[in-house]
């Protein structure tokens, strides 16, 4: 079965730093594209990052390019997102997300809460 | 980028039957697109991918209650037999290159 466990989210200023985490099981992590995708309060989801299955490859939504950056450690089935210069507009859940060989998102995490706020 | 537009509601009674659409923007008609379904208070969840063809290939556990069909940049997300579960958000989601985007969301209510 997969799982997805995110962490690290909590209360941070505006213009601070927050790291992320989200530990994978149930399949060949390497194998697999993998994306954070967060979600407003009360609004809908916004994709915000991918990541290839090897690292070699990622990309941003515009509205995080040059301040989050998303990783992957293979040898730990875990994927990260560094965020830095915190908005207000970044409060949301984010979840952890697995690609599947079709281009989809297949499977969601439970997601962590990031408020960014003084 | 391709854009997903979507309803804000629908609904529908119990035991009965609802189609949901997802339409692509112009120059993005064949894109294939997956739906995802959001209970209250929960995660999201993936349902289906329906292929630019028009067919669907369904995730693991979804009930056969759920289909999924296109009509030019239409894609529809129908679901028979309606259950008072089905009460939930629902999220087209399309990619292009290295960009991704999902619909505004269509929130169901069940009657």
């Known amino acids: 079965e997969v799982q997805l466990v995110e962490s690290g989210g909590g209360l941070v200023q505006p213009g601070g730093s927050l790291s992320l985490s989200c530990v994978a099981s149930?399949?060949?992590?390497?194998?697999?594209?993998m994306r954070w995708v967060r979600q407003a309060p009360g609004k809908g989801l916004e994709w915000v990052s991918t990541?290839?299955?090897?690292?070699?490859?990622?990309s941003y939504a515009g509205s995080v390019k040059g301040r989050f950056t998303i990783s992957r450690d293979n040898s730990k089935n875990t994927l990260y997102l560094q965020m830095n210069s915190l908005r207000a507009e970044d409060t949301a859940v984010y979840y952890c997300?697995?690609?599947?060989?079709?281009?989809?998102?297949?499977?969601w995490g439970q997601g962590t809460l990031v408020t960014v706020s003084s | 980028q391709p854009v997903l537009t979507q309803s804000s509601s629908a609904s529908a009674s119990l035991g009965s039957s609802v189609k949901v659409t997802c339409t692509l923007s112009s120059g993005h008609s064949s894109n294939i697109i997956a739906w995802h379904q959001q209970q209250p208070g929960k995660a999201p969840r993936y349902l289906m991918k329906?292929?630019?063809?028009?067919?669907?290939n369904k995730g693991s556990g979804v009930p056969d209650r759920f289909s999924g069909s296109r009509s030019g940049a239409d894609r529809y997300l129908t679901i028979s037999n309606l259950q008072s579960e089905d009460e939930a958000d629902y999220y087209c989601e399309t990619w292009d290159s290295d960009t991704r985007v999902f619909g505004g969301g269509t929130k169901l209510t069940v009657l």
């Open positions: 997300a697995k690609g599947l060989p079709g281009g989809e998102t297949g499977h």
């Open positions: 329906v292929e630019g063809s028009g067919g669907y």
């Open positions: 149930g399949f060949t992590f390497s194998t697999y594209a």
């Open positions: 990541v290839s299955g090897s690292g070699g490859s990622t």
